[in-house]
């Protein structure tokens, strides 16, 4: 614990000093009284966002979110250099995850025949990488592998899936694979660090794989594309699940998947209401609760000292801010002010 507050505390200091600029219920109330986006604007310069937006002077959702996600890849970037050994590592991987993000969004516009530098704007900064732009002259996702991915920092994300062929497969089966092999390899750093960090970020990793499983499972009910096989090969080795995934795997829709999960009472309720993966105006789907619940282990491991876990949690509650920044925005310019509460509460 000692040799983490000589090495890194001043660093964990600054981010939970993060912490406090988290936009409070007061300020969320604030946000979702607006008229229009300039009100919008006057109210975010009172929070700690302060004068982000003033030299924008037409306002739109898509604005206002490239500019919240600029103050904190801006506030990453600065912890990142100043960061050495494995707290640097651990932050990489943090960015590894809007990489795999990127990566599929060019994948998927390459398919769709899209204008590759419409993709490429709407990559996620923080998931910017030396050749990410080359992907965008590659013919197929093999291609892709072989001149520039088996190089780029998530190279071993792809080469561990054991899949030689990417072209045959469907997007989301790719998204799939990757992610394994993503949450897996974080889970094992995260172990080999030990300590606090281990506790934190093992839970919310596990947690994660659990929430992957069950979504993958709900969202591949009925798709004949998809076999049990396929299901268990996507299913990260990590997790409360792990014991009963051949179990899960033979699911055939949403109700025989509930039951399946009845030893497992923090999922089994999620479907407690008899709301599917989607909802309508109103309701929670499922994966608004596990929303929800992710939040609840972020704010933990933001209040837990001497562990990396405080900035996982700064990031992700930070993303989901912005999202629901976006939400709040895109309900007042298209006159939805019936679900502008219908945000993610990041914060109590």
Same mark, same amino acid.
């Given at each position: 614990m000692l040799g983490f507050n000589v090495r890194e505390g001043s660093l964990e200091a600054i981010v939970h000093g993060y912490r406090n600029g988290f936009l409070r219920p007061e300020e969320y109330n604030n946000l979702t009284q607006c008229d229009s986006l300039g009100d919008l604007k006057s109210q975010l310069q009172v929070t700690d966002y302060g004068n982000f937006l003033q030299n924008e002077g037409n306002l739109t959702s898509r604005v206002i979110a490239d500019k919240a996600i600029e103050k904190l890849v801006n506030e990453f970037s600065d912890l990142r250099e100043e960061a050495t050994q494995p707290l640097a590592q651990f932050l990489d991987f943090i960015s590894y995850e809007y990489m795999i993000s990127n990566v599929l969004k060019l994948i998927a516009g390459a398919r769709n025949g899209r204008e590759a530098l419409d993709m490429l704007y709407k990559c996620?900064? #923080?998931?910017?990488?030396?050749? %990410?732009?080359? #992907? *965008?002259?590659?013919?197929?996702?093999?291609?892709?592998?072989? *001149? !520039? %991915? +088996?190089?780029?920092?998530?190279?071993?994300?792809?080469?561990?899936?054991?899949?030689? /062929?990417?072209?045959? #497969?469907?997007?989301?089966? +790719?998204?799939?694979?990757?992610?394994?092999?993503? %949450?897996?390899?974080?889970?094992?750093?995260?172990? @080999? #660090?030990?300590?606090? *960090?281990?506790? !934190?970020?093992?839970? +919310?990793?596990?947690?994660?794989?659990?929430?992957? !499983?069950? *979504?993958?499972?709900?969202?591949?009910?009925?798709? @004949? /594309? +998809?076999?049990?096989?396929?299901?268990?090969? %996507?299913?990260?080795?990590i997790g409360a699940l792990v014991d009963v995934q051949d179990d899960i795997a033979d699911a055939q829709d949403e109700e025989s998947l509930k039951e399946k999960l009845k030893r497992f009472p923090e999922y089994y309720e999620l479907f407690d209401d008899g709301r599917g993966m989607d909802s309508a105006a109103g309701s929670k789907s499922i994966e608004k609760k596990f929303v929800e619940r992710s939040v609840v282990m972020y704010r933990d491991a933001m209040m837990r000292q001497f562990q990396y876990g405080v900035f996982f949690g700064w990031v992700k509650l930070k993303e989901l801010e912005t999202q629901n920044l976006v939400w709040i925005a895109e309900c007042i310019t298209q006159n939805m002010k019936s679900r502008v509460q219908e945000y993610v509460k990041t914060t109590e």
């Open positions: 996620h900064p #923080l998931g910017l990488f030396n050749g %990410l732009s080359a #992907l *965008t002259s590659a013919t197929s996702v093999d291609d892709m592998f072989e *001149t !520039v %991915l +088996i190089d780029s920092p998530i190279g071993a994300f792809f080469a561990n899936s054991q899949q030689k /062929d990417f072209d045959e #497969l469907s997007l989301e089966y +790719i998204r799939g694979l990757l992610q394994k092999n993503y %949450l897996e390899a974080f889970h094992e750093f995260c172990e @080999k #660090l030990g300590g606090d *960090t281990a506790i !934190v970020m093992c839970g +919310i990793l596990e947690f994660e794989a659990d929430r992957s !499983v069950i *979504t993958f499972t709900a969202n591949t009910c009925g798709v @004949k /594309d +998809i076999t049990r096989e396929d299901r268990m090969k %996507l299913y990260p080795n």
